[in-house]
């Protein structure tokens, strides 16, 4: 550990915590980034709203206890559409949410068509709704709620299975709605899925991706700024549960820099 450097913990229930680290990583390099990986937890899209914003808070408040970060990313739309009030109540340090990246999208689509992938729980949020209401109301929004996209991203990363079939049947399904082909915007709203942005595109030709990333980056550097120094500092992926580490999972951590994979235990 750099030890004059700030540290941030990036929470997510799965290898989304690395979509988010690593564009706060490219961004500043000189932090300490602290990956949780709740896969005890997994997957965050099917639980329910209360029984997950009791999990996460507790969850986060042990780890939070353990690792004493300096701020706090809940890298996870699933788990920021619903809990953050509560998990800011609970802790004294920032924290910062992610959530479907709707603004940008609205703006940046010329058709006025827009996709919104995400998990079933993300879909159905009100708060979800509430963004589509407040950003993308002169907007077509086409939500597809999938709940197998996250889990065949876990298998990527921890066996090293593809999963082009899924991307097609994903792809079929915005296609079923009639004004599909003027769709010029997809809005990746879990943090997983720009891990495969790359392939996911194939499948959606002239249409632009965008997610939430960048954005969230740029608030931890408003946050942290002046406290961030230069040079650069450790990554460490802390991972709740007993899944056994594989080492296609270590090489894919190793490639985005992230040398230390531990075990943690938040009970
Ligand atoms: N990474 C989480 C998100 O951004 C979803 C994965 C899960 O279902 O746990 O929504």
Redesign the pocket.
């Known amino acids: 550990m750099n030890n004059s450097a700030p540290r941030v913990l990036v929470f997510?229930?799965?290898?989304?915590?690395l979509s988010i680290g690593r564009e706060i990583h490219s961004r500043l390099p000189a932090l300490n980034l602290l990956y949780a990986l709740d896969s005890a937890?997994?997957?965050?899209?099917?639980w329910d709203e209360n029984k997950l914003t009791e999990h996460i808070c507790t969850t986060v408040m042990a780890l939070v206890e353990q690792t004493k970060p300096d701020l706090m990313v809940l890298?996870?739309?699933?788990?920021?559409t619903a809990v953050l009030p509560a998990l800011r109540q609970k802790l004294s340090i920032p924290v910062v949410g992610?959530v479907p990246a709707i603004k940008p999208a609205a703006k940046l689509s010329r058709s006025g068509v827009i996709g919104l992938l995400?998990?079933p729980?993300?879909v159905r949020r009100p708060y979800t709704a509430q963004l589509i209401t407040d950003f993308a109301q002169n907007c077509t929004v086409i939500s597809v709620g999938n709940?197998e996209l996250?889990?065949a991203i876990e298998r990527l990363y921890w066996s090293g299975d593809q999963a082009e079939s899924l991307y097609a049947r994903i792809a079929d399904t915005f296609a079923q709605h009639p004004r599909c082909n003027e769709m010029d915007t997809l809005v990746l709203?879990?943090?997983?899925?720009p891990l495969i942005a790359g392939e996911l595109s194939k499948h959606f030709p002239g249409v632009h991706l965008i997610d939430s990333g960048e954005a969230i980056a740029r608030r931890v550097e408003q946050l942290l700024a002046p406290q961030t120094g230069g040079g650069h500092a450790e990554q460490r992926a802390l991972i709740i549960g007993d899944r056994p580490f594989s080492e296609t999972f270590r090489q894919r951590l190793q490639a985005l820099g992230i040398e230390h994979v531990v075990r943690i235990s938040v009970r």
Do not use: K, L, R, W
């Open positions: 997510d229930s799965g290898v989304g915590s937890g997994f997957p965050y899209g099917e890298a996870c739309n699933s788990a920021s992610v995400a998990t729980g993300t709940a996250a889990p709203a879990c943090t997983h899925f």
